[in-house]
């Protein structure tokens, strides 16, 4: 199982431009249109080059975002935990 931890949380208009593909490609898969407005977590995967998009306005609870990591075969560190939880 890898680990996740908390690279940003970031407006979509201030995104850093190395995320976009991932937001892109997430926001595809959720059939979203992403605003400038939307709030989005970024977690690092802990022994890959790969991130995890989160779009904090599609969870109600931190349980929601641990299942979902959970199929990705990824767990939530506790302090990115601590912090996702404050922003939902």
Excluded: C, W
């Amino acid at each position: 199982m890898f680990v996740a931890t908390l690279g940003g949380i970031f407006r979509f208009r201030d995104l850093p431009a190395e995320y976009g593909p991932y937001v892109q490609f997430k926001a595809t898969i959720e059939k979203r249109e992403i605003k400038d407005d939307d709030e989005i977590a970024i977690l690092d995967i802990a022994g890959t080059d790969s991130h995890h998009v989160l779009f904090l306005d599609s969870y109600e609870d931190i349980g929601q975002i641990r299942n979902e990591l959970k199929e990705a075969d990824a767990k939530v560190n506790h302090t990115t935990l601590k912090i996702l939880e404050g922003h939902l």
